[in-house]
């Protein structure tokens, strides 16, 4: 599982580059594809909770919840107009990275203990 989210916030931050060079060129189409790239990550995520919901929730997993909740709200206002700045989405991709390398190192200190 740890493998698996760092794989998908690796290649949402390469897509938030891509997104971003074509933001140089064309605008509108940056936003367009920086807003359904975000909406995606909203989606394995959303998929993620309702897999393990009736179980017992790690305390990365509700830090983590919180942060996809802020997150979705983002990507709505972003998808009504209401919001057209990319600052706070890739914020809380890093505080998910941050999380998820955390967990990682603890971990590892508890294996090898």
Same mark, same amino acid.
């Given at each position: 599982? %740890?493998?698996?989210?760092? !794989?998908?916030?690796?290649?949402? /931050?390469? /897509?938030?580059?891509?997104? /971003?060079?074509?933001?140089?060129?064309?605008?509108?189409?940056?936003?367009?594809?920086? %807003?359904? +790239?975000?909406?995606? #990550?909203?989606?394995?995520?959303? /998929? #993620?909770?309702?897999?393990?919901?009736?179980?017992?929730?790690?305390?990365?997993?509700? $830090?983590? +919840?919180?942060?996809?909740?802020?997150? @979705?709200?983002?990507?709505?206002?972003?998808? =009504?107009?209401? $919001?057209?700045? #990319?600052? =706070? +989405?890739i914020?809380? +991709?890093? !505080?998910?990275y941050?999380?998820?390398? @955390?967990?990682?190192?603890?971990?590892?200190?508890?294996?090898?203990?």
């Amino acid at each position: 599982m %740890n493998n698996a989210d760092k !794989l998908l916030i690796y290649w949402i /931050g390469l /897509g938030v580059l891509a997104c /971003g060079a074509i933001m140089l060129f064309s605008t509108t189409a940056g936003r367009i594809a920086m %807003n359904f +790239l975000f909406l995606f #990550y909203v989606l394995v995520r959303v /998929g #993620y909770y309702r897999k393990i919901w009736k179980g017992p929730f790690k305390s990365a997993d509700k $830090q983590r +919840l919180v942060l996809l909740a802020v997150l @979705s709200v983002c990507v709505l206002l972003n998808f =009504l107009g209401l $919001q057209e700045s #990319y600052f =706070l +989405l890739i914020f809380i +991709l890093m !505080l998910e990275y941050l999380i998820v390398a @955390s967990r990682d190192r603890q971990e590892k200190r508890t294996d090898e203990k």
